[in-house]
């Protein structure tokens, strides 16, 4: 039987161009989580940045909020079958922004040189941005399937991974290891819920072993990165040096117990013991404020809006649609374990920031793009 999705193989039906009206309502409790997520982002924000009496920060923020849930907003009103048109646009400019970073244009920070400086005090993680267009890029080969065929075969895998590895390939040259595993968590589940065979899995695993033995054996693993994976199995050993952020982390969250010190009261957070308070490790400001039953209630309202993701995907009449919103899902997942694990000491510090809760522009636009891409699977869906 013929996908739903091979209807549209060629140019897209220009009526299908505009706005769709006739779409169905928007998923309301996903769109209030992603509220509630982004508003919640902003208060921490303010508590970790307000000993500075300087308010950029947060404006900076409240502004990056603003421009993300008018781009959900928009994406969320667009036919999924228009977006898919568009997805060869939107993936060659992800590279050529990666590869800019690498030019003059990019600026290191932190050991990565994963910036572009658009104006003074502006700048833009292209990375970020790169994983609403690999979300998109990947399901097409995984989502459309051809006559006869009830699951992607060997072609479609093979494109598919040869789509992401020119985004992770430039991302290694910054390099920037957690975007990175990022990257490869969302072909993990983007493979996963497309149906494709388990072997791929297995070769997909050992291909990042292959990878990730090469890139020791070439230097391409710095120093730094070394250290922090070290630091994970005893952050004690280095408290002045590489386990630092490691146990102040711990200190500021342990320090909260159950109910926490009071929004704006943190005394870890008011002396800046934290490195990064703001953005990495944000998530330390919630345990120390808001204490565990706070820390709590965000991972859970991340979860309700995976559980929300996850039904769109189930629910989806198309199997790009499914593999779409597979991949956000993942992402999303991922990146929060990675952000919590690390300031609790179950991961490594590897640098990726709380969806919709640290600050930063572009992590805070690209997740809530991504929520949009979740609620045009749904709309689509509802309204085929």
């Known amino acids: 039987m013929r996908a739903p999705w091979a209807r549209t193989p060629g ?23 992603a509220l509630a997520l982004s508003a919640m ?6 508590s970790a940045t307000r000993m500075e009496g300087d308010h950029t920060l947060l404006v900076r923020q409240a502004v990056a909020v603003g421009l993300g849930l008018a781009l959900m907003w928009l994406v969320s009103r667009v036919d999924l079958r228009v977006l898919r048109a568009y997805v060869p646009v939107a993936y060659v400019l992800a590279l050529v922004s990666l590869a800019a970073v690498l030019t003059p244009l990019g600026v290191r920070v932190n050991g990565a040189h994963s910036w572009i400086t658009l104006a003074p005090g502006l700048r833009l993680q292209p990375s970020e941005l790169a994983k609403v267009a690999l979300a998109l890029a990947f399901a097409v080969p995984l989502g459309e399937l051809r006559d006869g065929q009830r699951r992607p075969g060997f072609g479609g895998v093979m494109l598919a991974l040869a789509l992401a590895a020119a985004p992770i390939g430039l ?11 990022v ?31 090469a890139a020791w054996r ?25 386990g630092y952020n490691a146990v102040q982390a711990r200190i500021a969250i342990g320090s909260g117990g ?11 957070t008011a002396g800046h013991f934290v490195p990064e308070q703001h953005t990495d490790f944000v998530f330390t ?12 209630l965000i991972v859970l309202a991340v979860g309700a809006l995976l559980w929300r993701g996850l039904a769109i995907a189930r629910r989806s009449d198309s199997l790009y649609g499914t593999v779409l919103a597979g991949g956000v899902v993942s992402w999303i997942a991922f990146q929060t374990f990675v952000n919590v694990g690390m300031t609790v000491g179950l991961m490594p510090v590897v640098g990726v920031p709380l969806p919709f809760v640290s600050y930063g522009g572009s992590a805070t636009v690209a997740g809530l793009l991504a929520v949009g891409l979740l609620q045009a699977v749904h709309r689509t869906r509802a309204a085929a």
């Open 11 to 33: 140019a897209p039906d220009r009526r299908r161009l505009a706005w769709a009206p006739a779409l169905a309502a928007p998923d309301r409790v996903l769109t209030l989580l």
């Open 41 to 46: 982002g902003l208060l921490l924000v303010w």
């Open 171 to 181: 991302i290694a040259l910054q390099p920037d290891l957690g975007t990175m595993l």
């Open 183 to 213: 990257f490869a968590a969302m072909v993990t589940g983007a493979l996963l819920v497309s149906g494709a065979p388990k072997r791929w899995l297995l070769v997909l695993a050992l291909g990042a072993a292959g990878a990730g033995a």
């Open 218 to 242: 070439l230097g391409l693993v710095r120093p730094y990165q070394i250290e922090r994976l070290l630091v994970l199995a005893d952050p004690g050993a280095d408290p002045g040096g590489a």
């Open 258 to 268: 159950f109910y926490g010190k009071g929004l704006f009261n943190g005394e870890q």
């Open 285 to 296: 400001v919630a345990g120390e404020e808001l204490g565990f039953a706070g820390a709590a």
